[in-house]
């Protein structure tokens, strides 16, 4: 019931265009989405992030997508560029889990030149 | 700058060798978390911290232990390392209130042979 499902396991997108990743996830008692991203060798950085009060936010070229009903989130990535190629965590933060967070099984983005 | 530093970044080591990998955070969190990752795969829990003397071991079993006598330090060790213990092990940490988002360390690359 804590998990995050993640998908896809790895997109390739041409430069300009719109990356788009979806996790779903079955805990109505999450009540934070952040999303993570990873480039090789680093650790994951914060991203972007919403709470489910919320049906969209924007930051940049980066903007999540929330759907309570469905209980779906996901991130759209406008105009790819090649140094956005990184690997992509979903997370989700339930306040039984002594706020700690569930995070999705990941996606490899790579962006083309 | 508060930040969370993990030490060594690579390290390759022999068979049966007892190790340590050091994370040190000077942002008060009091969460700390250990994860293990091969690249660009998922994030797997192996201990965390609530708080000094407090530790317990995540979703992932591990033959390594971790300490907590200081709220800015959280050690992993490995008695007796071994080549299946080849992996990236990353460090977090998170506030108890407030920004719910985990700071990660940049990662220590561990190979044993």
């Known amino acids: 019931q804590q998990q995050v499902k993640q998908s896809p396991q790895s997109l390739i997108v041409q430069k300009g265009g719109i990356s788009i990743i979806n996790c779903a996830y079955e805990?109505?008692?999450?009540?934070?989405f952040p999303w993570y991203q990873q480039f090789p060798g680093k650790g994951p950085a914060l991203l972007i992030a919403?709470?489910?009060?919320?049906s969209e936010k924007k930051e940049g070229r980066f903007t999540i997508s929330f759907n309570k009903s469905a209980k779906q989130f996901s991130l759209h990535i406008m105009d790819s560029q090649p140094g956005d190629s990184a690997t992509y965590f979903c997370?989700?933060?339930?306040?039984?889990?002594?706020?700690?967070?569930?995070f999705g099984s990941g996606t490899q983005l790579t962006v083309l030149p | 700058e508060a930040d969370i530093y993990q030490t060594p970044r690579y390290l390759v080591i022999g068979t049966g060798k007892k190790i340590t990998l050091e994370c040190s955070q000077t942002m008060g969190h009091d969460k700390m978390y250990w994860y293990q990752q091969d690249p660009g795969m998922e994030l797997h829990l192996i201990h965390y911290s609530y708080g000094v003397n407090s530790t317990e071991k995540g979703d992932l079993s591990s033959e390594s232990t971790v300490s907590r006598i200081r709220t800015e330090h959280f050690p992993l060790t490995l008695e007796s390392a071994r080549p299946s213990h080849t992996s990236q092990y990353l460090c977090a940490s998170s506030p108890t209130t407030g920004n719910y988002g985990y700071t990660f360390g940049s990662g220590t690359r561990l190979t044993v042979v």
């Open positions: 997370a989700a933060i339930w306040a039984g889990s002594a706020r700690q967070l569930t």
């Open positions: 805990n109505t008692a999450f009540d934070y």
């Open positions: 919403i709470r489910p009060d919320v």
